[in-house]
């Protein structure tokens, strides 16, 4: 029996020797693989070196081996926890799976070899990622949840319906101007002006829908802080003046956001639109912004046409005030020389000299041809000669009525002085009539100019009665807040990220 016993334990001691040396080497080259960052041993206290190095032939401490495992996973999470950069460095992973010794017992009869489970350790955290997570969270909460919020209570539940009006106009000149010319250049040249001058003439229409001074003008006609001030506006979209800025600047910029006005180059059309509370004010509105606008062309038309005919009634004038001295200088020379037209009575006294003249030649002739044949005191003879001294007298007697012509008793200019004063006051009277007639020929041509070149507002879409609210347009505004606030917060987020790992 006693030699029995002593051959099983030597037997058992080979067989140990023999496992001790296996497990060295597996334990070594474990122990390469799990070995913590900070190159500490996982020896448990009061091992012995061969306990130390063989854990799995110790089956008589279970509980001081499951002990040193336990200490052993705490240490290397503590060390993963505290030095993440060692981590990135090249140690070994976090989340390594560590495959611990397996017990190995020699083979006994009737036994088997049992081993344990390997034990996974979770991949550590960087300290403070949970915070970052939370501020991430509330700074998206924030920008994106709290404005959609916002939006949705607003435009699902306050906002108030907006009616809109609309009008569509034009500034138009007439036919005639596009064709002022003869020519196809002219024709084309005169509808370049035209379109020039109409175009010019709708944006400033438009420029004054936008101004203060149809706003005043609409004050006055139509109360516009009372219409944008009524009961069936929300707190937002309603005009809210105070008391120290309740001017008509500020009631300009309100009109700015409800009125919105289109102006096309290339065809001059005018579009305009407002918005109201109620569906009457906004046609209200619409109409007499229509109607001041068609004041201002209008306006700008009587503008043009006076500057057009300033210049030709003036030329008028001063050749209408010419005929007038002209025509006043021949009525003062003819009361100061007491004939009413020199020139005709000096014609028609010569014509009388020149007809007695010929009857003198003639009762001449005749005296000396009785004379021939009769003596000098025959009754014939003696009547010729004397029809023949009557004739003389007459000629000289009509001769001194043209000398006297002109002159008023004590008078002593002579005729021809008289007759070139005359003629050069009729000269003057002429010039001033032809240059009277001139003017006029001008202004009426001034005026014909202006007609065509007259402007007019003509409106192709009157403003209707709305039956539909567009505006607030709900669901597309408050996804057009969601879509912003995100963009926001993701543009915010880059940026300090950036900054960060920039200043890191």
């Not at 919020?149 to 569509?168: D, N």
């Not at 003439?201 to 516009?224: P, T, W």
């Not at 919105?260 to 109409?287: M, Q």
């Amino acid at each position: 029996m006693s030699d029995n016993l002593a051959k099983r334990s030597r037997g058992d001691s080979q067989l140990g020797a023999r496992a001790r040396s296996i497990l060295s080497m597996l334990s070594a080259s474990g122990a390469s693989r799990t070995k913590p960052s900070g190159g500490e041993q996982p020896v448990s206290e009061g091992a012995t070196p061969d306990q130390s190095r063989f854990p799995s032939l110790v089956s008589s401490q279970p509980d001081a081996r499951a002990a040193r495992l336990a200490k052993r996973a705490a240490r290397q999470k503590m060390a993963a926890g505290s030095a993440p950069a060692e981590q990135q460095a090249g140690a070994a992973p976090a989340n390594t799976v560590v495959p611990l010794p397996q017990r190995v017992l020699p083979k006994r009869r009737g036994a088997q070899v049992q081993s344990e489970p390997a034990v996974i350790i979770p991949p550590a955290r960087p300290a403070g990622a949970k915070r970052r997570r939370n501020v991430a969270k509330l700074s998206a909460l924030l920008s994106i949840a709290l404005p959609t919020a916002l939006a949705t209570v607003y435009y699902g539940l306050i906002a108030a319906p907006q009616y809109v009006a609309e009008a569509r106009f034009a500034v138009r000149a007439p036919a005639e101007a596009s064709s002022r010319g003869g020519d196809l250049m002219s024709a084309i040249t005169g509808m370049g002006s035209a379109m020039t001058s109409t175009g010019s003439d709708s944006f400033i229409v438009a420029q004054y829908i936008e101004s203060g001074q149809i706003v005043a003008n609409m004050q006055r006609a139509l109360d516009l802080r009372s219409i944008y001030t009524n009961d069936k506006a929300d707190f937002v979209a309603k005009y809210r003046p105070y008391d120290f800025e309740d001017t008509v600047e500020h009631l300009t910029r309100y009109w700015n956001t409800v009125s919105w006005v289109y102006y096309e180059p290339v065809t001059g059309i005018i579009t305009f639109t407002v918005r109201a509370f109620t569906p009457d004010d906004a046609l209200k509105i619409a109409r007499e912004t229509v109607r001041e606008s068609e004041n201002l062309v209008n306006k700008l038309s009587e503008r043009a046409r006076e500057d057009s005919l300033r210049m030709a009634k003036q030329e008028q004038s001063r050749a209408e005030l010419r005929l007038k001295f002209a025509r006043k200088a021949i009525q003062d020379y003819r009361d100061r020389r007491g004939a009413p037209d020199a020139k005709s009575v000096v014609d028609s006294q010569y014509k009388i000299v020149a007809d007695l003249e010929a009857q003198l030649a003639k009762q001449e002739t005749e005296l000396g041809a009785s004379s021939s044949f009769l003596s000098k005191d025959a009754p014939t003879v003696r009547v010729m000669r004397n029809q023949a001294d009557a004739l003389r007298s007459r000629i000289e007697a009509e001769r001194a009525k043209i000398g006297s012509i002109g002159q008023k008793a004590g008078g002593s200019s002579p005729i021809s002085a008289s007759m070139a004063e005359y003629e050069n006051l009729e000269t003057e009277r002429t010039f001033a009539e032809k240059g009277y007639e001139s003017a006029s020929q001008a202004v009426d041509a001034a005026r014909i100019s202006a007609e065509r070149q007259s402007r007019y507002l003509t409106t192709f879409v009157d403003p209707y009665l709305p039956e539909d609210s567009l505006y607030p347009a709900r669901l597309k505004m408050i996804l057009l807040v969601l879509v912003c606030s995100s963009i926001a917060w993701a543009i915010g987020a880059l940026i300090f990220y950036g900054i960060r790992d920039h200043s890191a």
